[in-house]
């Protein structure tokens, strides 16, 4: 008892709250992986029901394995290995394997390690922020949601609805009393989010005939309204966009990236919405005035 007692002491909640995160880490990653692919085998699924005969060929190709978070077992790409419990230890088994498959020393990506650290320190970090509380525990899930849409986004230009929608109604639900603002401030943060850059949107395809953003950009940003209030869009919008820019002409100028090559815009918005969860507050009352 007096173990567990020390335990709860609030200077080892967010090394608690730090471990937990590796784990949510290990398991983002699989979301990161995955559910970009199971988004594709549903939309293969829909084109053979509406495309192909039921019991053809191409109904049968397009009901492929079980596949989703759960199940399969995680493998090595290469060759096959299941990961056992030992090499999924976040972090520590990719520094004991030294970022290699144990079967076939095929390499394994730093992304892995990368997304339990960033996971593992958002959590220490909103429990050492808020304490352990309803605000902190929102700002974990906050956190790792944007960490999953961001590397998800970079890999295949994708927000999906599976996690921008859950994250903007809770947001709202959260906010019924006010967590991280209040309810009329979510609430109208959430349709400005949204119809801001759907303006931006049309007014660029008006312009130019071409679209300059996907509608996931406006879902994640209404969520971003709906967490943390209208207030804090400015201050969103105008990071991600100086942001955006500036590593958008980098790629440019120092890579083989070509203008009609698009540029992800989620990792921007998560970066910012993150940026303004923790730091708004202190950001707008000492820089915006000074802009002024």
Same mark, same amino acid.
């Given at each position: 008892m007096d173990a567990l007692g020390g335990l709860?002491?609030?200077?080892?909640?967010?090394?608690?709250?730090?471990?937990?995160?590796?784990?949510?880490?290990?398991f983002l990653n699989v979301v990161i992986h995955r559910l970009p692919k199971m988004?594709?085998?549903?939309?293969?699924?829909?084109c053979a029901e509406l495309g192909a005969p039921a019991g053809s060929a191409e109904g049968a190709a397009a009901d492929p394995e079980r596949f989703?978070?759960?199940?399969?077992?995680?493998?090595?790409?290469?060759?096959?290995?299941?990961?056992?419990?030992?090499e999924n230890i976040p972090v520590l088994s990719w520094l004991i394997l030294r970022g290699k498959c144990s079967a076939c020393a095929a390499p394994i990506s730093?992304?892995?390690? +990368? =997304?339990?650290? /960033? %996971? &593992?320190?958002?959590?220490?970090?909103?429990?050492?922020r808020y304490g352990f509380s309803l605000a902190a525990l929102g700002a974990m899930a906050f956190c790792w949601v944007m960490i999953a849409l961001a590397f998800i986004d970079l890999d295949t230009q994708l927000l999906p609805d599976d996690l921008t929608l859950p994250l903007l109604w809770g947001g709202l639900a959260l906010?019924?009393?006010?967590?991280?603002?209040?309810?009329?401030?979510?609430?109208?943060?959430?349709?400005?989010?949204y119809l801001s850059l759907w303006l931006v949107y049309w007014a660029f395809k008006l312009a130019t005939g071409k679209?300059?953003?996907g509608f996931g950009d406006f879902k994640l940003l209404a969520a971003i309204g709906a967490w943390l209030g209208w207030q804090a869009l400015p201050?969103?919008?105008?990071?991600?966009? +100086? =942001?955006?820019? /500036? %590593? &958008?002409?980098?790629?440019?100028?120092f890579?083989?990236?070509?203008?009609?090559?698009?540029?992800?815009?989620?990792?921007?918005?998560?970066?910012?919405?993150?940026?303004?969860?923790?730091?708004?507050?202190?950001i707008t009352q000492r820089w915006l005035p000074l802009a002024g």
């Amino acid at each position: 008892m007096d173990a567990l007692g020390g335990l709860a002491q609030p200077q080892f909640v967010p090394w608690i709250a730090a471990v937990l995160g590796l784990c949510i880490g290990s398991f983002l990653n699989v979301v990161i992986h995955r559910l970009p692919k199971m988004m594709e085998r549903e939309w293969r699924a829909q084109c053979a029901e509406l495309g192909a005969p039921a019991g053809s060929a191409e109904g049968a190709a397009a009901d492929p394995e079980r596949f989703n978070l759960v199940v399969p077992r995680s493998r090595c790409p290469s060759c096959g290995h299941g990961i056992s419990a030992l090499e999924n230890i976040p972090v520590l088994s990719w520094l004991i394997l030294r970022g290699k498959c144990s079967a076939c020393a095929a390499p394994i990506s730093a992304r892995y390690p +990368v =997304v339990e650290l /960033a %996971a &593992g320190a958002a959590g220490a970090y909103a429990v050492w922020r808020y304490g352990f509380s309803l605000a902190a525990l929102g700002a974990m899930a906050f956190c790792w949601v944007m960490i999953a849409l961001a590397f998800i986004d970079l890999d295949t230009q994708l927000l999906p609805d599976d996690l921008t929608l859950p994250l903007l109604w809770g947001g709202l639900a959260l906010n019924l009393d006010g967590t991280f603002a209040p309810l009329q401030s979510a609430v109208i943060g959430a349709i400005a989010g949204y119809l801001s850059l759907w303006l931006v949107y049309w007014a660029f395809k008006l312009a130019t005939g071409k679209e300059g953003m996907g509608f996931g950009d406006f879902k994640l940003l209404a969520a971003i309204g709906a967490w943390l209030g209208w207030q804090a869009l400015p201050l969103v919008i105008l990071l991600s966009s +100086v =942001v955006g820019a /500036a %590593a &958008g002409v980098s790629l440019m100028l120092f890579t083989k990236h070509g203008r009609d090559h698009p540029i992800p815009f989620g990792p921007y918005l998560a970066a910012a919405g993150l940026i303004a969860l923790f730091w708004g507050a202190e950001i707008t009352q000492r820089w915006l005035p000074l802009a002024g």
